[in-house]
T-cell receptor, first 114, second 114 residues
Framework: AQSVTQLDSHVSVSEGTPVLLRCNYS??????LFWYVQHPNKGLQLLLK??????LVKGINGFEAEFKKSETSFHLTKPSAHMSDAAEYFC????????????FGSGTRLLVRP | NAGVTQTPKFRVLKTGQSMTLLCAQD?????MYWYRQDPGMGLRLIHY???????AKGEVPDGYNVSRLKKQNFLLGLESAAPSQTSVYFC?????????????FGDGTRLSIL
C-alpha cells in the first residue's frame, strides 16, 4: 500500500535562511510525487511535480525537490525563505496510472520569523 | 481565470439538516473530486467523477452523495448532517486521470455541524 510520511509537523526558519521540508514515501509502483502549498483559508496550489523525468524538479517561487529512489524521499527545499512562504505544505503521491488516487501526507506547517 | 469555484464558503448546520455544496470548474476538466480536510490530517477523498454522468466512491464516502449532471459542476450532498461531518471540504478537478495531470483545487467550504 502506498503511504506518505512528512517527518515534521512544524518547521520554523528565519527569513533569508534555507528551508527543508522532509517527505518519505512508500509505493509499489513508480510513483508520481507532488508538493502542494496551502495558504490560510485557501485551497491547495501545486508547487511542483515529479513524474519520472529529471530527479531534480524545480517549482514555483524558488522551490525545488529531489527524488531519491534509494532513500524513498522527496524533500522540498528553498535556498532563502521569504515571509510569504509561511503556509502549510503537503507531500502527495499517486500511482502511475491513476492520478485520482492521491495519497496526502499530514502536512508541514512552515513558520518564517522576521 | 476562475478555475475551481466552491459555494458556499461557510455554512453552519444543525444535526439532521441537509445541504448541498456546489463545485464549478471552467477548465473543461473531465475529472472532479471532493475531499475533506480535518486538523492534523491530509486530504481524504470522499467521492470522485471521471466524466459527466459518472461518480465513484473514494476513501470516506459514508454520509455523502454526489452528482455530476453537467461536466462543469460536481455537487456534494449531506442528507442528514452529523457533527462528525464538521470539516473543510475541497473540490478539485483535473484534465484527465493520468498521474502527470495535477489536480486544481477550490478555496474550500468550511462546514460546522452543531
Amino acid at each position: 500500500a502506498q503511504s506518505v510520511t512528512q517527518l515534521d509537523s512544524h518547521v520554523s526558519v528565519s527569513e533569508g535562511t534555507p528551508v527543508l521540508l522532509r517527505c518519505n514515501y512508500s509505493s509499489s509502483y513508480s510513483p508520481s510525487l507532488f508538493w502542494y502549498v496551502q495558504h490560510p483559508n485557501k485551497g491547495l496550489q501545486l508547487l511542483l511535480k515529479y513524474t519520472s523525468a529529471a530527479t531534480l524538479v524545480k517549482g514555483i517561487n524558488g522551490f525545488e525537490a529531489e527524488f531519491k529512489k534509494s532513500e524513498t524521499s522527496f524533500h522540498l527545499t528553498k535556498p532563502s525563505a521569504h515571509m510569504s512562504d509561511a503556509a502549510e505544505y503537503f507531500c502527495v503521491v499517486s500511482e502511475t496510472d491513476s492520478s485520482y488516487k492521491l495519497i496526502f501526507g499530514s502536512g508541514t506547517r512552515l513558520l518564517v520569523r522576521p | 481565470n476562475a478555475g475551481v469555484t466552491q459555494t458556499p464558503k461557510f455554512r453552519v448546520l444543525k444535526t439532521g439538516q441537509s445541504m448541498t455544496l456546489l463545485c464549478a470548474q471552467d477548465m473543461n476538466h473531465e475529472y472532479m473530486y471532493w475531499y475533506r480536510q480535518d486538523p492534523g490530517m491530509g486530504l481524504r477523498l470522499i467521492h470522485y467523477s471521471v466524466g459527466e454522468g459518472t461518480t465513484a466512491k473514494g476513501e470516506v464516502p459514508d454520509g455523502y452523495n454526489v452528482s455530476r449532471l453537467k461536466k462543469q459542476n460536481f455537487l456534494l450532498g449531506l442528507e442528514s448532517a452529523a457533527p462528525s461531518q464538521t470539516s473543510v471540504y475541497f473540490c478539485a478537478s483535473s484534465y484527465s486521470g493520468t498521474a502527470n495531470q495535477p489536480q486544481h483545487f477550490g478555496d474550500g467550504t468550511r462546514l460546522s455541524i452543531l
